[in-house]
């Protein structure tokens, strides 16, 4: 059974820092993807970054990147120069590419980000 | 653009009753996603299907059915209401892995309440 990890409950960051949120997972299959999502208090869910299990580079997206250690089964989401607008709940997520074209895919329990001015 | 809609927004039962949420997307996606939102345990995956006519249970399936009979439609039903089933319901699509990375697109959730 497949699994998502994030152990910080809440973080708090300074205004421009940077931070970095963690996630572990556990998966056997060998063909999985990851995701992180945020989602500010209005309630949507928005989609931030994306890691394949066979990428080899570490996913980038604007202020956004993936620190992927495959060995380790971590996918921490790292954001650069943090700003008022990123404080929100994020949630890590992980899609298993099961037999039969199934594909599952399961949600950590969210950190809560709040950027300080 | 319409993307994932959900239907109703909010809706309060009282126990026992039954109902069906409604998911409806509009991008031609093979994969439909029910997940609940409680405080402190994140999203959790009730039910899956991966294309017309195909569910399967995900984390917590007790107590709801589905059903995918058009490819663009996932229904959501209770059949018999119960206050630990007061959650928010998110609907999401995506094309799946073999297509692009699988991303899920979500509705905008549904805010259910059972007195």
């Known amino acids: 059974a497949q699994k998502i990890t994030q152990t910080q409950p809440g973080m708090f960051v300074q205004e421009k820092e940077a931070v970095t949120l963690d996630c572990t997972y556990d998966?056997?299959?060998?063909?999985?993807?990851l995701f992180w999502y945020k989602q500010p208090s209005s309630g949507e869910m928005i989609f931030l970054i994306y890691?394949?299990?066979?990428?080899?580079q570490n996913a980038t997206e604007g202020r956004y990147s993936l620190n992927f250690q495959k060995a380790r089964k971590s996918a921490n989401l790292v954001i650069s120069a943090s700003q008022l607008g990123d404080s929100a709940m994020y949630f890590c997520?992980?899609?298993?590419?099961?037999?039969?074209?199934?594909?599952?895919?399961?949600f950590g329990i969210g950190t809560k980000l709040q950027v300080i001015p | 653009n319409a993307g994932v809609t959900q239907t109703p927004k909010f809706r309060v039962l009282k126990t026992g009753q039954s109902m069906t949420l409604l998911c409806a997307q509009d991008m031609n996606h093979e994969y439909m996603y029910w997940y609940r939102q409680d405080p402190g345990m994140g999203l959790r995956l009730i039910h899956y299907?991966?294309?017309?006519?195909?569910?399967a249970k995900g984390e917590v399936p007790d107590g709801y059915n589905v059903s995918r009979l058009k490819k663009q439609n996932f229904l959501l039903g209770l059949e018999s209401a119960a206050p630990s089933q007061t959650s928010v319901y998110f609907c999401?699509?995506?094309?799946?892995?073999?297509?692009?990375?699988?991303?899920?697109?979500f509705g905008e959730g549904s805010r259910l309440t059972v007195l």
């Open positions: 299907s991966v294309g017309e006519g195909t569910t």
């Open positions: 997520a992980m899609r298993d590419d099961l037999s039969g074209g199934y594909q599952k895919v399961t």
């Open positions: 999401a699509s995506s094309f799946g892995a073999r297509v692009n990375t699988g991303e899920l697109f």
């Open positions: 890691q394949g299990s066979y990428d080899q």
């Open positions: 998966t056997s299959d060998p063909s999985y993807g």
